[in-house]
């Protein structure tokens, strides 16, 4: 089966950012730094917000940064004239992730590892799965979430789950891809496998795949690429205008630090 284009791929994605974002999905494209007010927009991924908000991001040109209006002068003024490295160290972010999407033209199904079996779960099957520990990063042991787990492919052997990369209902167009390998099981090839073969079965139900890691996770990333999938853009997933910082203590404490 022929699947979509990069650039098809990317343009959801810029869509679908925009509505996340509140701004237009040509401003992906653009040089230089946007600023726009955040909205709960329809459509929107249903991930649940900090107050006050705050989003950064970028798909390798521009940065978008969208935040509540109570906050988005003060931000501006932070920001406005900084580099695009400068603007994701900013000191009230606490940490971003870079996402990946299936590389389409490339991508070949990889072969389970030796002595694994794999296994697809839907519906009920999914949630019979909430009763195992240590997959976490899969699905969400929740069923009433507004991004229910929708698929989970499981690489067992003999009768125990090992591994489950399973996909999130974030939005109408884009599913997100999560795995998790018991540590005894690991760097075996089995979250390759599991997260490259989910991903043709969510392209040939008209979704687009993808998969999201923290920019310090390089095994995670290296998961990524081993399955077939390239960067595609790069987003905050915090901010800690709440003082929620774990370094919060210190930091305000900070002269007295240095000077021990």
Same mark, same amino acid.
């Given at each position: 089966?022929?699947?979509?284009?990069?650039?098809?791929?990317?343009?959801? @994605?810029? !869509?679908?950012?925009?509505?996340?974002?509140?701004?237009?999905?040509?401003?992906?494209?653009?040089?230089?730094?946007? &600023?726009?007010?955040?909205?709960?927009?329809?459509?929107?991924?249903?991930?649940?917000?900090?107050?006050? &908000?705050?989003?950064?991001?970028?798909?390798?040109?521009?940065?978008?940064?969208?935040?509540?209006?109570?906050?988005?002068?003060?931000?501006?003024? @932070?920001?406005? !004239?900084?580099?695009?490295?400068?603007?994701?160290?900013?000191? &009230?972010?606490?940490?971003?992730?870079?996402?990946?999407?299936?590389?389409?033209?490339?991508?070949?199904?990889?072969?389970?590892?030796?002595? &694994?079996?794999?296994?697809?779960?839907?519906? +009920?099957?999914?949630?019979?799965?909430?009763?195992?520990?240590?997959?976490?990063?899969?699905?969400?042991?929740?069923? !009433?979430?507004?991004?229910?787990?929708?698929?989970?492919?499981?690489?067992?052997?003999?009768?125990?789950?090992?591994?489950?990369?399973?996909?999130?209902?974030?939005?109408?167009?884009?599913?997100?891809?999560?795995?998790?390998?018991?540590?005894?099981?690991?760097?075996? +090839?089995?979250?390759?496998?599991?997260?490259?073969?989910?991903?043709?079965?969510?392209?040939?139900?008209?979704?687009?795949?993808?998969?999201?890691?923290?920019?310090?996770?390089?095994?995670?990333?290296?998961?990524?690429?081993?399955?077939?999938?390239?960067?595609?853009?790069?987003?905050?997933?915090?901010?800690?205008?709440?003082?929620?910082?774990?370094?919060? +203590?210190?930091?305000?404490?900070?002269?007295?630090?240095?000077?021990?």
């Amino acid at each position: 089966m022929e699947w979509l284009a990069k650039e098809d791929l990317l343009a959801i @994605v810029r !869509n679908q950012l925009a509505r996340d974002m509140n701004c237009r999905p040509e401003d992906f494209c653009a040089e230089g730094i946007l &600023f726009c007010p955040a909205a709960l927009r329809e459509g929107r991924r249903m991930f649940k917000r900090q107050t006050p &908000f705050l989003e950064i991001a970028t798909m390798g040109r521009g940065v978008v940064v969208s935040a509540d209006a109570d906050i988005l002068s003060a931000v501006r003024s @932070v920001l406005q !004239n900084r580099t695009r490295e400068d603007i994701f160290a900013a000191p &009230f972010v606490w940490g971003h992730s870079l996402y990946y999407l299936p590389d389409t033209k490339t991508i070949r199904k990889l072969p389970c590892p030796a002595g &694994f079996t794999l296994h697809f779960k839907t519906g +009920g099957e999914i949630h019979a799965l909430y009763t195992q520990p240590g997959f976490e990063n899969a699905i969400q042991y929740d069923e !009433n979430v507004l991004r229910p787990d929708v698929v989970a492919l499981c690489a067992m052997q003999a009768e125990k789950i090992v591994a489950v990369a399973g996909a999130s209902a974030d939005c109408k167009t884009m599913w997100q891809i999560g795995i998790d390998v018991l540590p005894a099981f690991r760097d075996r +090839g089995l979250a390759s496998c599991l997260v490259n073969n989910l991903t043709p079965w969510i392209l040939e139900r008209g979704v687009l795949p993808y998969y999201g890691t923290a920019s310090s996770n390089i095994p995670s990333q290296i998961v990524a690429y081993r399955s077939g999938y390239l960067p595609a853009w790069m987003c905050t997933y915090k901010n800690v205008f709440d003082a929620s910082s774990p370094y919060e +203590g210190i930091l305000r404490c900070g002269k007295r630090l240095i000077r021990t």
